[in-house]
């Protein structure tokens, strides 16, 4: 039944009811009304003893403040909506200690996220009779009244203060100018003040038709467009009705309208309505009551949007600066900080537009968020906490640029001034490293790994800082120098221009294959294993080099085995392969008195089997050597053990063993006098000799 229907079916039934007194008849209206619109008493909290008055309900709907006279004195309490009722009713304390006998506290107001308490108040040192104060919540405390301030304040009366949702606009009430003739209420107009960054502007008085002489407690509505006051006027039921006003699209007051679903004979007083729009709560008789909103009487569709702002780390609660805009337009539809004690805030957005979400705190990270309620149809609530740090993780992944490995690395962090705030070392076996970097500066971020070039970037966590992780791929590019690698002919001494140079890096994992007698950058602080063969009729030779740290090139002197400090190039000669040519075999290693083969010598004897799968008609002798140590005949035998130890890992990997013969010569062939420690070393050695081979024409 639409709101014409229900005006038309009442005036129908009174007329029907030949009612002869105007007091009888609107004693029936409020019977008719009070059957179509059933008011509700809200028994938790009224009584029959005291007077419980003025409501404000919180956007969410779940806590309500009130004023009663229940201590012999006009009080304010707080009560919580749970499980379908309200409860745990308490007084609040900071704010009524503050009064004393003979001071009033009335007309408490919720600001829409609860935060903060409006209320009128004859308390000392104010500038009026009464005054508008204020009181914050801090956790499940509230804070002593703070008064408005003259800007709001005047001389006389000031009271009943109600707030829109954006904090923009507050409404109240003073002695009213124009009281109509033969009335002998208390009356007031209607004000309205707007918020600006240097206060509060002059309050100026709503107009006709919402002020006629005689309005009190008025309520803007969680759309910050409708507005219900209390009025007494011709047409009312009796005493002061509920009436309702919206602004239009160009910002004027339509005509107020009776709220017939909740006016009775007596004086109705103090709407309010949470966020959601369904359930209007008010006073009368000196108790609260509620009432179901018909649809015709509604809001504008609505969304509440509350949660927490908080630490991410500490999960502590934070103040922080709020600000919605039109996500369309950017225009800035209100901005306000959350409560500072536990960090909550509740929003209330009107439907039909999209909006941004803005969260800031210095030296915070900061949020956005964006909500598209434009095809919202119903009132809805969203929980969103939101989390602010106070550091960023910054990813650094350092790695070789051309291997791709990670790198053992220094990270320096310098601020703007060139400070160093902090230095983290990477552990080399992973890419990433995670450097803490406060929020609110900027920085350079330097990298420096041993041996390589290093490289730097900037950061800048100043503004809006939206995302805590951040990551950085820093490819490091290795310090190297030119190294000549010249192949020749062990015999003729001249170049072997078909050579295949292999190139093992034994510091990490590299490998360069090139064609010999050139040029070859190889890294800084490195150690190499170089091979070189040839497919046209030579052995293979292999040696050792580093590069110092100081980028000076490190060989062996393959006749001496002496280390050159700072040679111009590396020289390998190879062996022709004929028949008795004689290869030393290098790097290759027993257990002490045994013929057991390390495992660090299959480099070398790899070598061996490649050159002789290369080779199918060649057979070798393998030779085993030993220095004077010990008994002629023991070493005689122990390097013929050894010798065969080398044929058997040599037959194991696809040599037939028929192409192989191993002899043991003991100290018998010294190639040096052992007359020291090194000349011995020199002298435990295993020998290839070629027993037979057949080249190619072309080798």
């Not at 076996?429 to 790994?449: C, F, H, M």
Request: charged share 25%; net charge negative.
């Amino acid at each position: 039944m639409n709101y014409y229907n229900k005006i038309f079916l009442i005036i129908a039934l009174v007329f029907s009811a030949s009612i002869a007194y105007s007091q009888s008849k609107k004693d029936s209206i409020e019977q008719v009304l009070d059957s179509i619109y059933p008011k509700t008493i809200v028994a938790e909290i009224s009584s029959d003893e005291f007077t419980e008055y003025a409501p404000s309900i919180s956007a969410n709907g779940r806590i309500m403040i009130f004023e009663s006279n229940q201590n012999g004195l006009w009080n304010l309490y707080l009560t919580r909506f749970e499980d379908g009722k309200w409860i745990d009713e308490v007084p609040i304390d900071s704010v009524n200690m503050a009064a004393d006998s003979n001071d009033v506290i009335s007309g408490p107001n919720f600001s829409y996220d609860g935060n903060r308490i409006y209320f009128h108040a004859s308390f000392d040192g104010g500038y009026g009779a009464e005054d508008i104060y204020f009181s914050e919540r801090v956790g499940d405390n509230w804070t002593e009244p703070e008064n408005m301030g003259p800007e709001i304040n005047s001389s006389s009366f000031d009271g009943f203060p109600t707030i829109s949702t954006d904090g923009k606009t507050l409404y109240f009430t003073r002695n009213s100018k124009n009281i109509p003739e033969g009335i002998n209420e208390f009356c007031y107009e209607i004000y309205a003040s707007q918020k600006t960054d240097s206060g509060w502007s002059e309050p100026e008085v709503l107009p006709y038709p919402v002020n006629l002489g005689c309005e009190k407690a008025p309520k803007i509505m969680a759309d910050n467009r409708t507005l219900i006051f209390a009025s007494l006027r011709e047409g009312g039921i009796g005493g002061f009705d509920l009436y309702q006003t919206r602004l239009n699209e160009d910002g004027d007051w339509v005509k107020p309208v009776p709220l017939e679903y909740v006016n009775t004979t007596d004086d109705d007083l103090f709407s309010s309505i949470s966020a959601s729009g369904d359930l209007m709560y008010f006073s009368k008789r000196n108790d609260i009551y509620s009432v179901e909103i018909p649809q015709e009487f509604r809001q504008f569709q609505n969304v509440t949007l509350q949660g927490v702002i908080r630490d991410a780390d500490s999960k502590e609660g934070l103040s922080a600066s709020i600000r919605i805009t039109d996500a369309n337009t950017s225009e800035i539809i209100t901005s306000f900080d959350n409560n500072p004690s536990d960090g909550f805030y509740s929003i209330v957005l009107s439907a039909g537009r999209a909006y941004n979400l803005e969260v800031r705190k210095e030296d915070y990270s900061s949020a956005l968020y964006y909500y598209d309620l434009r095809d919202i149809e119903s009132y809805q609530e969203y929980e969103q906490n939101i989390d602010l740090f106070t550091t960023a993780h910054l990813n650094v992944n350092i790695y070789d640029i051309e291997l791709y490995d990670p790198l053992k690395s220094t990270i320096t962090v310098k601020n703007t001034s060139g400070r160093t705030v902090d230095i983290v070392e990477s552990d080399g076996q992973n890419w990433k490293t995670r450097v803490d970097l406060p929020i609110g500066n900027a920085y350079t971020v330097e990298v420096e790994s041993e041996n390589f070039k290093s490289k730097s970037f900037s950061i800048d966590l100043t503004g809006l800082i939206l995302y805590r992780v951040y990551e950085e791929d820093i490819e490091l590019i290795p310090e190297k120098i030119g190294v000549p690698i010249n192949v020749n002919d062990l015999l003729s001494g001249g170049s072997v221009s078909s050579s295949t140079l292999i190139i093992r890096n034994k510091t990490r994992n590299e490998e360069i294959v090139i064609s010999g007698n050139q040029t070859i950058n190889l890294r800084v602080g490195d150690r190499y294993m170089v091979e070189a063969s040839s497919d046209r009729g030579y052995a293979f030779n292999s040696t050792e080099i580093e590069i110092s740290d100081q980028g000076k090139l490190q060989t062996i002197d393959e006749s001496t085995g002496e280390i050159k400090e700072d040679s111009k190039g590396v020289e390998l000669k190879l062996q022709p392969l004929a028949k008795d040519a004689n290869l030393t075999l290098k790097d290759i290693y027993f257990e002490s008195n045994k013929s057991d083969l390390f495992e660090s010598s299959f480099e070398e004897l790899d070598r061996v089997i490649k050159l002789m799968k290369s080779y199918p008609t060649m057979k070798i002798e393998i030779a085993a050597h030993t220095d004077d140590i010990g008994a002629a005949a023991y070493n005689v035998r122990l390097s013929k053990q050894r010798a065969n130890s080398v044929i058997s890992y040599i037959t194991s990997n696809g040599i037939e063993e028929d192409r192989l013969i191993s002899q043991g010569y003991g100290e018998s062939k010294p190639v040096v006098p052992n007359d020291s420690e090194e000349n011995r070393a020199k002298n435990r050695r295993v020998e290839l000799k070629i027993l037979d081979i057949q080249l190619a024409q072309n080798d």
